[in-house]
């Protein structure tokens, strides 16, 4: 793929990718263990999981914010699914956006 990376594949063949690490990260397995006799190798779908995962999602995740009376003055709760994060003022909005997209994946 050279230079170009992720840029240069098709559509599709990302979807398929993002599909087989989804359910590669869902499955509990190790790579090998999840790639076996699937037809492709356990290293092929590291480094997609890697590549993928410097991708911007596209997908909307449902969130829902709201402040919370237990919670410290300028706080929020942020619910994605059953789980809840409390967000205290300062915090680190890489690291929020990381949370999320993993509480999101792991639904």
């Known amino acids: 793929m050279g230079g170009c990376k992720l840029a240069c594949v098709k559509a599709t063949t990302r979807q398929k990718w993002a ?17 076996a006799g699937k037809g492709f190798e356990a290293s092929t779908l ?11 999602p596209l997908r909307i995740v449902p969130v829902v ?9 300028g706080s929020l709760v942020v619910e994605v699914g059953v ?20 509480l999101e994946g792991a639904r």
């Open 19 to 35: 599909a087989r690490v989804r359910a590669w990260r869902g499955s509990g397995q190790d790579a090998a263990g999840f790639a």
């Open 46 to 56: 590291r480094w997609w999981a890697s590549q993928l995962g410097r991708e911007v």
């Open 65 to 73: 914010a709201r402040v919370s009376s237990a919670a410290p003055e």
């Open 83 to 102: 789980a809840r994060v409390r967000v205290t003022p300062g915090f680190d909005g890489t690291l929020l956006a990381q949370v999320v997209r993993a």
